[in-house]
């Protein structure tokens, strides 16, 4: 059995924050913003509109863009850092639950950026091994929730949104997942790391006083390991399976920064065509870039049955992810 990238469906919140919107806020420019990240704008969920909701809203275009129902979806795996609650009920469940099915195995799997990367590595695995038929991996993010508006260091980067897409089983080779690596190394945890709440600093006063609930990032270290450990991610996975960049029809990189995105593929040889780019309009939306970015080329009749697929992520933890697959919908 073979797993098979069968839909896409995303949601991005109506309320748009630019540069100059935060130009009012904290002491920056769009002029710096858009030379060093890529980012004109960012959508912001409403107060009352949560991770899950937005999750669920991708999650139910994808099922219909499937031909399926809810209930025919047999796991959902929900990749997110800003989930409804931080401890229990996860994202997934909840999802699960907007989406009206009652008795469906659901889990969310934390692997900031990388998210959605390792939630297909997943999907993959339990449908060759014959244990589900349609899984759905859904990255969802209100990474609004844990940015501190008045740090110009983060909030100039991050964005709401959601992406969805089901993976089905299938026993045609030719439209399967051709491979997913993902990876991480803990050592460099602290690069990228909301200290609160959590066991080692659980919710007091204190915490909130000196802001560790808010995302804490180190920017330039960030950006230089970003930029060596993909292109060499890219490189392995391309060679392990035989496949040339040029081979690629879409290369669609996690939209953290624009210099990032370019470096990467300028040492793959990408052309501007084969480069998916949304970082523009919703800056970095963490687990749910991916899944955006290939909605967007959806709608935009630019994703066709068959076409060749490459995704390359890296995120907090640190993790690092990437995927050559067929698009398998229609
Ligand atoms: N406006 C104006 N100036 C700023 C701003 C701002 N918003 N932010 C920082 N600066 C200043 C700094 O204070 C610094 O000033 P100094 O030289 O006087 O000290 C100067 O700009 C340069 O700062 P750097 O941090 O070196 O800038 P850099 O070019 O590295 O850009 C950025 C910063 C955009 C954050 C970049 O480092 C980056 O994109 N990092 C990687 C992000 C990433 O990939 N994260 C992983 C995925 S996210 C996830 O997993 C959730």
Redesign the pocket.
């Known amino acids: 059995m073979f797993a098979k990238f069968h839909s896409i469906g995303a949601y991005a919140p109506s309320n748009v924050l630019s540069n100059a919107d935060?130009e009012k806020m904290?002491?920056?420019?769009d002029e710096?913003?858009l030379k060093?990240?890529g980012i004109r704008e960012r959508r912001i969920a409403n107060s009352d509109e949560v991770t899950s909701d937005m999750g669920a809203i991708a999650s139910k275009i994808a099922i219909k863009r499937a031909k399926l129902e809810p209930q025919d979806i047999d796991l959902i795996v929900c990749a997110t850092?800003t989930p409804d609650y931080f401890n229990m009920p996860s994202t997934a469940c909840i999802i699960a639950d907007k989406l009206g099915v009652r008795d469906v195995q659901a889990f969310d799997i934390s692997a900031?950026?990388?998210g959605f990367v390792y939630g297909l590595s997943v999907a993959k695995a339990f449908i060759e091994s014959g244990m589900k038929k349609h899984v759905l991996v859904i990255g969802a993010e209100k990474?609004s929730s844990i940015v501190d508006y008045r740090d110009?260091?983060?909030?100039?980067?991050?964005g709401d949104g959601a992406g969805a897409c089901v993976i089905s089983a299938t026993e045609d080779r030719s439209e399967a997942i051709i491979d997913v690596n993902a990876s991480a190394d803990g050592s460099y945890a602290d690069f990228?790391v909301t200290p609160a709440p959590g066991s080692v600093n659980p919710l007091t006063q204190k915490v909130l006083d000196e802001g560790l609930n808010f995302?804490k990032?180190r920017?330039?270290e960030?950006?230089k390991l970003?930029v060596k450990t993909l292109t060499k991610d890219v490189r392995d996975i391309l060679k392990k399976n035989g496949i040339n960049s040029s081979d690629i029809d879409h290369f669609i990189p996690?939209q953290?920064?624009y210099?990032?995105i370019k470096a990467v593929g300028d040492a793959l040889k990408m052309t501007e065509r084969q480069v998916v780019l949304t970082i523009q309009k919703y800056g970095?939306t963490?687990a749910a870039s991916i899944p955006m970015a290939i909605n967007d080329i959806y709608e935009a009749g630019r994703l066709k049955r068959g076409e060749l697929m490459l995704l390359d992520t890296?995120?907090?933890?640190l993790?690092w992810a990437s995927a050559i697959l067929p698009f398998g919908g229609d």
């Open positions: 935060l904290v002491d920056t420019s710096w913003i060093r990240t850092v900031a950026c990388s990474f110009r260091t983060t909030c100039i980067l991050f990228l995302v990032m920017g330039n960030t950006f970003a996690h953290a920064n210099r990032i970095n963490s890296f995120g907090g933890g993790t």
